[in-house]
């Protein structure tokens, strides 16, 4: 039977990081970064993959969780390279001085940093920095999944082309890019005396058409801070008011702060007012029906009218999530997506979307299931990742309006939201609602 695998793009724990270290280590060992040395790559990955700059994609056995292969890419090699100097200079040098007693070893470094800055202007920024598949898993799919995701990345960002650097040698990897469509630009030499090929892969110009503009994420960005803005000063007396009445109640903290799984695979710390017990986390799963004992007085109360989640104007704010996105998970239940789910996180995570208006009374439908986790997962969950794939698909500044105000028609209580909805999503929303 054929190996099952997934590809994710993080949040990576120090084990995958590693494997992704020894993978470039052992496949790839004249590489120009391998120069650096084992423990200076997983540094650089780390950083990769918490840089807004690039991605790390790592394929993974879906029934052991064995790495079979990853895909390193970055925006700009240089910006990154510079960025990664930056920050983490005081963690690689004292791994690299042992490495510079070595004189061959030295000059392949130095070759290696000067690297980025040294490329044919006229090449594309956008590079892929390393692509490793393990020799059991080529030619089973693998290596086409994390190119196409990556490529996929690459045009969410409105990366017009990518650079791809292979050695001389390497005729699996040359076949494998001229059959993706990438085409033979030149050749370079990294280090000296050893000759690499250099090809250019278009991402546009080839029939495809971005649905996301970079003017879209613009004007998606400022319309998100201008109404937080507003909202949140207009709101300030309101919620000094909740404050006040959830700390009265039980004396605990008013602000509860969740980690979610926002863009790319970044966690970051999801802010709500608080409706439920303290430590409400070790006494029950991540669901919430409405008859939960955990919920407090108050909490019911900010849950029936969506004022818990006020709060979250501030990650909007902070650019942790934006008004309009599917929204946010626990990383337990992003470890669980597919690799078409992983679009998901292509994202910002939103304050309301299409499966907030659908499943607006989640509580109600959960309430009366002894167990709440798996009631959600087998009556809100497919649905609601359902939804929010096909947000990523087919969002535009239009929709994003769209879905401001059906939300606020929802939260009035207006009867025919659920009619107005059906016109704009492009589901069915009677198997969507089961």
């Known amino acids: 039977m054929p190996e099952r695998f997934r590809v994710v793009s993080g949040p990576f724990t120090e084990r995958q990081i590693a494997a992704v270290a020894r993978l470039h280590a052992a496949e790839v060992p004249d590489g120009f970064l391998s120069s650096l040395g084992e423990p200076v790559l997983r540094l650089l990955y780390r950083h990769v993959a918490g840089s807004r700059l690039g991605v790390v994609l790592l394929a993974e056995s879906v029934d052991t969780g064995r790495p079979l292969g990853y895909i390193c890419g970055a925006i700009d090699t240089s910006a990154l390279f510079a960025e990664f100097a930056r920050r983490r200079w005081a963690s690689a040098v004292p791994l690299l001085v042992p490495r510079l007693m070595h004189p061959a070893r030295a000059r392949r470094m130095l070759e290696t940093l ?55 040698r390497q005729e699996r990897a040359q076949g494998f890019y001229e059959k993706s469509g990438s085409v033979l630009h030149g050749h370079t030499a990294i ?13 546009v110009g080839d029939g495809y058409a971005p649905k996301v503009t970079p003017r879209y994420d613009a004007i998606k960005r400022a319309m998100d801070v201008a109404v937080a803005a507003v909202v949140l000063t207009a709101t300030s007396p309101a919620a000094a008011a909740v404050a006040w009445r959830i700390k009265r109640e039980d004396g605990g903290p008013v602000l509860y702060r969740g980690t979610r799984i926002g863009r790319y695979g970044k966690p970051f710390a999801m802010l709500k007012f608080r409706s439920m017990v303290v430590d409400a986390s070790r006494l029950g799963g991540p669901s919430t ?29 902070i650019g942790d999530m934006s008004l309009v996105g599917p929204r946010p998970q626990v990383a337990s239940d992003v470890q669980r997506y ?31 299931h002894e167990d709440v986790d798996r009631a959600y997962d087998e009556l809100i969950r497919p649905g609601k990742i359902a939804l929010g794939l096909a947000y990523v698909e087919n969002r535009g500044l239009r929709t994003d309006l769209r879905i401001i105000a059906l939300t606020a028609l929802a939260l009035l209580g207006y009867r025919r939201t659920t009619e107005l909805l059906q016109r704009d999503v492009p589901l069915d929303l009677a198997r969507i609602r089961r």
Not at 292 to 298: A, F, K, Q, V
């Open 114 to 168: 000067a690297y980025p800055g040294s490329s044919d202007p006229g090449l594309p920024r956008a590079e892929i920095l390393n692509f490793v598949v393990t020799p059991a898993m080529r030619g089973r799919g693998v290596a086409a999944l994390l190119f196409e995701d990556l490529m996929g990345w690459f045009r969410q960002h409105g990366v017009p082309a990518v650079k791809v650097v292979t050695g001389e």
């Open 191 to 203: 280090h000296r005396g050893v000759q690499s090929r250099i090809y250019v892969h278009k991402l």
């Open 289 to 317: 029906a409405d008859d939960d004992p955990r919920l407090t007085r108050t909490g019911k109360f900010l849950r029936r009218w969506k004022l818990d989640e006020l709060p979250q104007l501030v990650n909007v704010l």
């Open 338 to 368: 597919t690799a078409e789910e992983m679009r998901l996180l292509d994202v910002r995570p939103g304050v309301t979307d299409w499966a907030s208006i659908v499943f607006h009374d989640e509580g109600a439908i959960l309430a009366g």
